[in-house]
């Protein structure tokens, strides 16, 4: 009876197709709450002199629901670039001062706009005061190199992150194929 067994087998094969479906969202959220726990383990959880309090360090995912697929958006929240990516030397300068270089029109635009309409929490001093009490004007920073923790904490978790995925997909198959 061969029209039984191509039969039983395309009901199988749809009952596969809907059962892959209905995994694809739990599958996609466990590896994105995997993928946030590995980059944040590995990550500080404030920049401290970054802002009044130090600035938070975070992960955000977004799960996007689709008919035929599910997909996750792992991204970061807060000041990342400062501690994640390189930085050339450059000169720091006070707030509200005349700048030169790239950038500088707006900054120079801005800085007047301050000063002509007071704007709020604007910054009049003169110049910027260092951590040895000394003050000056302009700053030199060195630069630094990044630390690359986001690139470090996504490479750690990806393995895991399309185990979990692999796992939930094939016990959705067997699930629909053998029961």
Not at 27 to 36: F, I
């Amino acid at each position: 009876m061969p029209s039984t067994v191509a039969a039983q087998f395309a009901r199988k094969m749809t009952r596969a197709g809907v059962s892959l479906a209905s995994a694809s969202p739990t599958s996609v959220l466990r590896a994105a709450q995997l993928m946030k726990r590995d980059i944040e383990s590995i990550s500080p959880r404030r920049l401290r002199n970054v802002g009044k309090n130090g600035a938070a360090l975070s992960v955000r995912y977004e799960v996007r629901l689709h008919p035929t697929h599910s997909t996750a958006l792992v991204r970061a929240a807060g000041p990342w670039q400062i501690i994640n990516n390189d930085a050339r030397p450059h000169a720091i300068y006070r707030k509200n001062a005349r700048v030169k270089g790239k950038g500088a029109r707006r900054a120079n635009r801005q800085a007047i706009y301050n000063e002509l309409f007071g704007a709020a929490g604007a910054y009049k001093g003169g110049a910027l005061k260092l951590p040895d009490g000394g003050y000056r004007r302009v700053v030199q920073h060195p630069g630094h190199r990044g630390k690359r923790l986001w690139q470090k904490g996504v490479n750690r978790s990806k393995p895991q992150a399309f185990a979990v995925m692999r796992r939930a997909n094939v016990d959705a198959v067997r699930r629909a194929i053998y029961a």
